[in-house]
């Protein structure tokens, strides 16, 4: 009887899916978090008959066979690409971006990182920093004297002083995409790593070569929607039950075998 096995990884399945939605939840105001989402696929079959196979008996051949599934597995935890709604801050520091796109971070490690937290700071040096203080490339510093900054859509970074009427060019701010955006390491902070998978960085102008632009006073929110998490909680739930009820039907089922004289 593989049926206590096979409800035991239907049971771990759905733990998985609710540790999965759980996270979400916990991010609902996280700083241009996207949702992720579970994917499974089932495991090996035992062939006990395999399809075309040809009977002994009569010398017809078996339409379908007869294949039994082991039961199911965690093929992946992927994200979930959207556009998270902006959010009006007035910050000269905080950028949203409207497309694809992330801005590039320096670790202290001289590796770098990539993010669509657009919450910026500004460090005792003037560069400009994220909240955990690791510089944003291209590594731009702004005065001590600046009265104010301008980013336009472009990227291109301005401050404006006292007695100047016109604004001086600080720098530029890139964007970076991905051939496959879904294939980026997280490693928390909001940030993400390049990986085999995710393909070269290309680094680019805001708004050209399909990056998104950037909107100076705004920061993008999380795309996770708390009635589509609650809809699949609920769904994990009572796919959790029932795969608990095969365990307690075949636990039945084995004790009436054992009382059998």
Do not use: C, H
């Not at 879904?182 to 995710?198: C, T």
């Amino acid at each position: 009887m593989n049926a206590l096995q096979i409800a035991a990884t239907g049971m771990a399945a759905q733990q998985m899916r609710v540790d999965v939605i759980s996270n979400n939840l916990a991010n609902m105001s996280t700083t241009a978090y996207n949702a992720r989402r579970a994917d499974f696929a089932d495991l090996q079959y035992r062939q006990i008959a395999s399809p075309g196979t040809i009977t002994a008996t009569d010398g017809t051949m078996l339409p379908t066979g007869v294949q039994i599934g082991m039961g199911v597995r965690a093929a992946a935890v992927s994200v979930v690409l959207a556009q998270g709604s902006l959010a009006q801050t007035g910050g000269d520091l905080d950028l949203a971006i409207e497309g694809r796109g992330y801005l590039e971070v320096r670790l202290p490690s001289g590796g770098s990182a990539y993010t669509r937290d657009g919450g910026l700071k500004r460090a005792a040096d003037g560069q400009i920093v994220m909240s955990e203080g690791f510089a944003v490339a291209p590594g731009i510093t702004i005065p001590s004297d600046a009265r104010s900054l301008s980013i336009n859509p472009e990227g291109e970074v301005w401050a404006y002083f006292d007695g100047q009427v016109e604004p001086e060019v600080l720098g530029q701010l890139n964007l970076v995409g991905f051939t496959n955006e879904k294939g980026l390491q997280a490693m928390g902070s909001n940030l993400y790593l390049e990986s085999a998978a995710s393909g070269a960085p290309l680094s680019g102008t805001p708004g050209q070569d399909g990056l998104g632009t950037l909107r100076q006073g705004y920061l993008e929110e999380s795309s996770v929607d708390p009635v589509r998490e609650v809809t699949e909680l609920i769904k994990a739930q009572r796919g959790y039950e029932l795969n608990a009820k095969v365990v307690t039907a075949a636990d039945q089922m084995l004790s009436a075998m054992a009382q059998v004289r």
